[in-house]
């Protein structure tokens, strides 16, 4: 559908703009929301100024879906491993230290260079920027993440993950002794006032929901397992604090590191998804990593 036009005629009234467009472009949300402010999204002649706005019973909106710019992303030979492909998506186990995608200060060596080396199409509905990235990780994250390949499957994945029948888990070592065998944290999550680069609970935060289990108690640490209800940025990572275990290595958040570590023990190690084109549903899996598994190693278990 790039760069190709589309009119519709709002039969109710009370729709938001952003969910209207993304259902006659057959897009996601966020993508519709770019391409309204953009100015690409007119309602009854007008440039739409919110994505927001609510539509009234015979509103006509007019969708203008420019064709994607080509791409002036480096292609780099850098060694990554994928888990699987097939012509509409590929699961990549990312490694500790690599950006997912080019931003200020990272420019190359990231996930998106080695993609565009590695696969012979991305999908373009996230920008020049982000080809084929669905959802991210931190740098410091290590493991699993589906890249899309064509736009298709891009809102197919994306749309799993928004709905929450995409399940995503997490191992962490955790600093102290979690008492409780399992829970969920629940609460809203924002950036932190006091430091930009941090998110913090927060009244005006967006919803995160956490679901946590013990996996195995240590003297003085605990292995978490983690599975994410909804995806907010560093969620696991504040949400560990919040309960007053911050994840091993994670500066950030406040957790120690007496291992001489590069970043926190945080590791998506499941991936479950259902194939866009297909409808089988696919279980992937990736190993904790060496440096992971070697600290575990060092560590007197207890109970």
């Not at 203008?64 to 186990?93: C, G, H, R, T, Y």
């Not at 390949?149 to 979690?178: F, M, T």
């Not at 944290?185 to 005006?204: C, Q």
Request: glycine share 8%; aromatic share 8%.
């Amino acid at each position: 559908m790039a760069g190709e036009e589309i009119k519709a005629v709002a039969e109710s009234g009370g729709t938001r703009l952003d969910v209207f467009v993304a259902e006659k472009a057959e897009c996601t949300r966020s993508h519709a929301k770019n391409l309204i402010e953009e100015g690409n999204v007119t309602v009854n002649g007008i440039k739409a100024a919110k994505s927001g706005a609510l539509l009234k019973a015979g509103d006509v909106v007019v969708i203008v879906n420019p064709a994607p710019k080509e791409l002036d992303l480096s292609p780099q030979d850098i060694p990554i491993e994928i888990v699987w492909q097939d012509e509409d998506f590929a699961v990549v186990n990312k490694p500790q230290g690599m950006v997912v995608h080019p931003a200020p200060g990272a420019y190359d060596n990231t996930l998106v260079n080695a993609l565009l080396f590695k696969l012979s199409s991305l999908s373009g509905i996230n920008g020049v920027a982000r080809p084929g990235i669905v959802h991210r990780l931190d740098k410091d994250t290590s493991g699993l993440l589906v890249v899309a390949k064509n736009d298709y499957a891009h809102i197919s994945l994306q749309k799993q993950i928004a709905e929450k029948s995409a399940k995503r888990y997490y191992y962490a070592l955790v600093d102290g002794v979690v008492q409780k065998d399992s829970g969920e944290i629940r609460n809203f999550l924002a950036r932190s006032t006091a430091d930009r680069k941090k998110y913090a609970v927060a009244k005006d935060g967006r919803l995160a929901i956490t679901l946590y289990k013990v996996v195995k108690r240590y003297s003085v640490y605990t292995l978490m397992e983690y599975e994410l209800k909804t995806g907010r940025t560093h969620q696991i990572r504040v949400h560990s604090r919040y309960i007053g275990h911050p994840v091993v290595g994670d500066r950030t958040y406040g957790g120690s590191d007496a291992f001489g570590l590069n970043g926190q023990l945080l590791h998506a190690y499941k991936l479950v998804l259902t194939h866009p084109r297909t409808g089988e549903e696919m279980t992937f899996t990736a190993p904790l990593p060496d440096y992971f598994q070697s600290v575990l190693d060092k560590l007197k278990p207890i109970g």
